[in-house]
């Protein structure tokens, strides 16, 4: 994630051009706040993300509700949020939901901001000039294009059918707003990658969530701090598509992998006696045994070496810090 650092200014050649644009931008960008989370030190993924997590956000409700990328404000205690203007206001997680990435925080003052509309992904096609805000409360805005739709797996244990990938990279990339052509919130800025392919090339670019996959969910979230589904079952094991196969690269302390014997390094060759293609087969496999608990049977290779072992999965949300109430 990148932090919110004034150095990282979008140059003025990059930046858009209002005039040509079919929306006011400054009432989009007014929609934008700074994230800034604080995360107690014994928190789960305080290790990985550490304990002071900057980022974006956009206000997507009169109220105050902002949509952001979840990693900010896993596990946190404390957020805070600012705008363009110096405004700034404490605000509390509302929830995290596992399966798209998406946060809700809901903002305890008032910002004095806009409102972004949610749009829609689903017709856009590759190409298409869009706009990646986020950095100093929405002032860096960033003229990008969609460069592609397609699948994305995560070696966290995350897949999305479809994500979206813009080029060129926004610097302040986490909770960032992807704006579409109408002015709309079509994504929200998740990652910095660096094989988005475009007429053959691979380049720098950002990967973002389809704010599509809000609306289905948002009741379930302001209702409940989660949807209502069952959890899925979770290994605590990182991993990725290597030369050699689905590489372990890493396993979560007194996770069910690493209970279950399983060690960095080990490639993954098949899933309930199942053999796994790539990184998004694996996780799919995996959710598809059942509900969290369910035991999970992995073949592995280790040092050239068949091995088998028995996972019981489990709710990776039982081992995060919940949301204080409010």
């Not at 974006?56 to 009169?62: A, L, P, R, S, T």
């Not at 596992?98 to 856009?124: E, K, N, W």
């Not at 309930?272 to 694996?282: I, Q, S």
Request: net charge negative.
């Amino acid at each position: 994630m990148a932090a919110d650092d004034e150095d990282d200014d979008i140059p003025a050649v990059a930046r858009p051009d209002p005039a040509e644009l079919n929306y006011d931008l400054d009432a989009a960008l007014s929609a934008l706040v700074c994230v800034r989370a604080e995360i107690p030190a014994d928190a789960f993924t305080a290790t990985a993300l550490g304990t002071e997590r900057r980022g974006n956000g956009v206000v997507i409700g009169k109220d105050g509700l902002i949509v952001t990328i979840g990693y900010l404000v896993t596990e946190a205690q404390q957020v805070w949020l600012t705008t363009a203007r110096g405004a700034a206001a404490p605000a509390h997680v509302v929830a995290y939901d596992q399966v798209t990435g998406l946060g809700l925080v809901q903002a305890l003052g008032r910002l004095g901001s806009g409102v972004l509309p949610l749009g829609s992904s689903a017709d856009l096609e590759p190409g298409q000039a869009v706009l990646v805000a986020g950095g100093r409360g929405g002032r860096d805005a960033l003229s990008a294009r969609l460069v592609a739709k397609r699948p994305f797996a995560g070696y966290w244990e995350y897949y999305l059918d479809t994500a979206l990938f813009t080029a060129p990279a926004h610097p302040q990339w986490g909770g960032a707003a992807c704006v579409g052509p109408d002015g709309s919130l079509i994504g929200i800025g998740s990652l910095l990658v660096q094989e988005v392919a475009r007429e053959g090339q691979s380049l720098v670019g950002n990967m973002a969530v389809p704010i599509d996959l809000l609306p289905p969910i948002l009741d379930d979230l302001l209702r409940y701090g989660r949807v209502d589904r069952p959890p899925r079952p979770w290994l605590g094991m990182l991993a990725t598509d290597g030369a050699d196969g689905i590489t372990v690269t890493g396993l979560a302390p007194g996770g069910p992998a690493a209970k279950a014997g399983i060690l960095e390094g080990d490639v993954v060759t098949a899933l309930a006696g199942e053999a796994v293609d790539d990184l998004a087969d694996l996780w799919r496999k995996l959710w598809a045994t059942g509900e969290a608990g369910v035991q999970v049977q992995l073949s592995l290779s280790r040092e050239g070496r068949a091995q088998t072992r028995v996972c019981r999965s489990a709710d990776r949300n039982t081992f995060l810090k919940q949301p204080l109430l409010h």
